[in-house]
């Protein structure tokens, strides 16, 4: 195997799944996984065997590769923009069930003045700001009704996301968020119910929300994304144990700088990505924690600086003769801070199966 | 045209190219652009077409596509990991110039083995460290001579690369470490050919020092690679104006938080990637630099926030009223830090001509 490689662990990939999918069923909910995180045919075929009900997905070229593969029941869960309707159109012309979202007074206009035109009514759910995180209209903004009414009977529910989740690192903050998530999108649906309109999806999730919620009461779907590969941003949330990262980069010793411990490989960012997300949480991995060929993690070894083609390993707080034990040559795995964002580096995985076979997993990429 | 998009400002880019290609003539020196940055094979044929000799890689799969397209003087500029041999001698056998670099023993060691059983004398120079940057041999090492004399026949010159002066941003700073590689370099080359070696080779170079080197005496050859695009890390340095960066994204504004004073935009990380380089710089410009579409930098507007696929741009210290300034749809253009890394980001450029035609310039990626 050529390195860097993105390796996925399939055996810890599947459990991950199962684990999710475990919550759903407990919550009494039903479980729409994000692509976004792995872009990957295969890792979704092994989410709808699990038991989810359609996919949610950042882009619509994703919409139409998964699509294309047999995914019938699709969101598009970025704001949509006017110049992309005539893509989404096609989409629905096609058979594709897609949703779309908006939070604006002006996006719900050009959705449904672009279906009358086209004679389609669109599914449209309204993006709800449950945390002050990113987009979304607060549950109790008066332009949540005026949306509603606007959108009429492209009115699919309601949906939002708890992106502040990623900034908390205790299992009480974080059923504390998961219940603030719950409350406010269950809140917004009661209000448009309340103003004599049908909500029928109330849609919530994250990673860390999802693992966390006690109750959700009055949701039906939840959408998580990272979980199937999980990733040491999720660790240092709280959310998974480091032997539950499934996806990790196969790296080559290429050099040392023996006087200051340096272990140069090559795995730069260009194979870990830029990402930088452990940086302000409660411990900092650098650009990835350092392991074994066969995944064990190196106490103390971080990948702690990167460029385009080459990382450098060193061991945080003590001093190893890196040459004699990680020579020329050697092979290392890197557990990335963000699985995200380390799998679109790649155009690949090499799944390593239960059986130890390893089979190329394409990954969709661009827009 | 779809966002967000990678534009590629054509004029710029020349103008960039015939900067460095004059700083090379100016100076005594060959060019031999490094293509890391932009992987595109009509900007490798301007470098060429401005007199570059042959080209930098930072990946065997470079030195194959771009050898595939007719360059044949290419030279793989990351210390070489021994399993990758066959893929190097492959590239020999087909008739490509291709001149590999080592720091060690272990290294040199191995390509010299390698080459023997193959019949093969491969080019190889030695990486010198000339600023404790990364990787590469002091050029007091007692090891640097150990290892011409490993390589012997095979060996080619050496070469340095100051990625320190990524770090500085003065005239007079980038002066001297100018200075510094050069003569550092020079000095080894010195060191092996008083040991009765030849060596032919004396190659340097970074975007920063090549372009406030004040002379490159006792060298052979400039490798630089941003300068062709430049990006924003370039400019708080100081060895571009904005207006000389030819990289943007175009992006569409989806939707606003209009008390917090946000634009989102469709390209959050994924367009721009989680480069955040001017981070530690003079000026933090966030994500980016946002402009219009035409390309002027809107004052105090920056990229503060990325996620996936969605971006925050925010005034800096001032309130604008967001909304009905960059109402839904509004086509914004991002300055990006990193070129090489939001390069990396697409399949493509949309190459903007000086004519106004846009082509679709591929883009090569992984490994």
Redesign the interface.
């Known amino acids: 195997m ?4 993105a390796l996925l662990d399939v055996t810890r990939m599947q459990r991950n799944i199962q684990r999710m999918q475990g919550r759903a069923s407990t919550l009494g909910v039903q479980l729409r996984p994000h692509v ?1 995180t792995h872009k990957c045919a295969e890792v979704v075929a092994a989410q709808i065997a699990a038991g989810a009900t359609g996919i949610t997905v ?2 619509l070229k994703e919409a139409e590769y998964f699509f294309a593969q047999g995914i019938r029941d699709i969101l598009y869960a ?7 309707l005539p893509q989404a159109l096609a989409l629905r012309r096609e058979g594709c069930a897609l949703t779309l979202i908006t ?2 007074l ?2 719900s206009k ?1 959705i449904v003045d672009f279906g009358r035109l086209h004679a389609e009514t669109f599914a449209v759910m309204i993006e709800i ?1 449950c945390d002050g995180h ?2 979304g209209v607060k549950p109790q903004d008066p332009r949540l009704l005026e949306i509603a009414r606007l959108l009429g009977t492209s009115l699919a529910g309601v949906l939002t996301h708890a ?1 502040e989740s990623y900034g908390l690192d205790t299992p009480q903050a974080l059923q504390a968020i998961a219940e603030l998530e719950r409350a406010r999108c269950v809140a917004a649906a009661e209000r448009i119910r309340a103003a004599g309109m049908p909500c029928a999806q109330v849609s919530v999730g994250s990673t860390p929300t999802a693992l966390s919620a006690v109750s959700l009461e009055g949701v039906t779907e939840l959408r998580a994304g990272v979980y199937a590969f999980f990733d040491l941003v999720m660790h240092n949330i709280g959310v998974c144990h480091l032997d539950e990262l499934a996806l990790s980069v196969l790296t ?1 010793v ?4 023996p006087e200051k411990g340096w272990i ?1 490989t ?1 795995a730069g ?3 870990m ?4 997300g452990t940086q302000a949480q409660k411990r900092d991995f650098g650009y990835g924690q350092v392991c074994t060929e066969t995944g064990e993690p190196i106490d103390g070894l971080l990948l702690s600086g990167a ?4 990382g ?1 390993a060193q061991f945080q707080g003590k001093k190893v003769d890196v040459v004699a034990q990680f ?3 050697t092979r290392l795995r890197i557990l990335p801070n ?1 699985a ?2 380390t799998g ?4 690949s995985y090499s799944a390593v199966l239960e059986n130890g076979d390893v089979q190329v997993w394409e990954r969709l ?3």
């Open positions: 050529d390195t860097p490689t976004k950042s882009t970025v704001a949509m923009a006017p110049h992309k939070d604006s002006a996006g050009a700001d990113r987009s992106g080559t290429i050099g040392h700088q140069i090559d960012w260009m194979a990505s830029r990402d930088r460029n385009q083609e080459h450098v020579p020329l040559g963000h995200c964002a679109t580096q790649f155009d990429r661009g827009w």
